[in-house]
């Protein structure tokens, strides 16, 4: 393979990750149907409840951290999604189809 090779692929490689990363950025991931969830200031059930999300409402997960653990509708959860500056919410309430990570770590 020559250099030039090496370096389209290289570059080719980051283009993808680059793509996926804001694939998973534009995502938006409903919350657990007939649930109204708190919105809280850090990852954790310690943390103030800043705002109240609807029923039937739709997130935009920013990043994700550990924090504390929850059980909601679906399953039991230490991972805390960011939807916005200071504004978290447990991935036991939102359906993102997945146990583990689908966004980068906060």
Same mark, same amino acid.
């Given at each position: 393979m020559s250099v030039d090779q090496s370096r389209a692929v290289t570059d080719a490689g980051k283009a993808a990750?680059?793509?996926?990363t804001a694939a998973a950025l534009a995502a938006s991931y409903p919350v657990a149907p007939g649930?109204?969830?708190?919105?809280?200031?850090?990852?954790g059930t310690g943390?103030?409840?800043v705002r109240v999300l609807p029923e039937g409402a739709q997130v935009r997960i920013s990043c994700?951290?550990?924090?504390t653990r929850? !059980? #909601?509708?679906? =399953?039991?959860?230490?991972i805390w999604d960011r939807i916005g500056?200071?504004?978290?919410?447990?991935?036991a309430y939102?359906? !993102? #189809?997945?146990? =583990?990570?689908v966004a980068p770590r906060c």
């Open positions: 990750e680059v793509t996926v649930y109204r969830l708190n919105v809280r200031s850090g990852p943390y103030t409840v994700q951290t550990p924090g929850v !059980t #909601g509708p679906y =399953g039991t959860s230490n500056s200071g504004e978290y919410v447990s991935d939102v359906r !993102t #189809g997945s146990d =583990g990570y």
